[in-house]
């Protein structure tokens, strides 16, 4: 199995990390920095020995060894700072994934493509516009991200192990997102049983505002370790057809009653890229919500169509 990861920054290099020490693949690690994705590539070999896996990781600037990838990890783009929403990386990073779809289309057109660049659902709309790949193959990384942070403040919330704690969140990357406390639990225990409807509403918001606060404390640079163990848990569950159910930003025509628009929604990844789209039974409420937040990535996708348009050039 082989992956190309672009972007090899802080997501980048953490993603092909885990990928290797995790023996899932084989790591292509590309970047438009000279050296940066090579020196990387060579210090993460030498760990190898270290820490026991076998997998092989190369480096270059050029696209051309990510031939014959199974699956392209698109990272590439600038991170927000204080006080940025992921809409405001929109123009800048819309056209770095156009470009970087454009040449993975040329060199690894068999390949999946997994976004994780911000704004993600309209990332990923971009990079199926230029592919041209079926929805199946074409999706984003952001909702197991979500998940894995509402898990966390529900643990911590409880002083439980965060292991022990299921959630979901639906919608999309943003802060219309839609953490749903309903089909939460703590070893099968309703969190609604155990914790007040007050503070389960003030993390439901912390949930939404999770990449924020990290922004907050960095400064100059976004979250890293927790997206690129999320990347990993999806590579994993399609090179190893898994088929596990995990929240992903997929292009929904017709399910939860949206129609092309990319939102994220429970599931089913195995060797064919997304196999099944789950649909879980929502409260009018929470549909309402997951439209709110469908609505919020068609204004985004409005703004970059204008962006893009011949007439804004």
Known sequence: MRVTIVGAGNVGATCAQRILEGGIADVYLVDVVEGLAKGKALDLA??????????TIEGGES???AAGSDIVVITAGIARTPGMSRDDLLETN????????QEVKQHAPDAMILMVSNPLDVTTYIAQQVSGLDRSRVFGMAGVL?????????AMELGCSPQDVTAMVLGGHGDAMVPLPRHSTVSGVPISELIRQDRIDEIVE????????????????SAFYAPAAAVTQMVASILRDEKRILPTS???LGEYGLEDVFAGVPARLGRGGVEEIIEVELTDEEVAALHRSAEAVRDVVARW???SSPAAG
């Open 305 to 307: 169509e204008q962006l």
């Open 63 to 65: 696209y051309a060894p």
């Open 146 to 154: 979500d998940n894995a942070r509402f898990r966390t403040f529900i």
């Open 94 to 101: 819309g056209k770095i994934t156009e470009a970087v779809v």
């Open 250 to 252: 997929v292009q929904l």
């Open 206 to 221: 912390r949930t939404r505002k999770g990449g924020a606060e990290i922004v907050s404390y960095l400064k100059t640079g």
């Open 46 to 55: 030498q760990a190898a020995p270290l820490v026991g896996h076998g997998m």
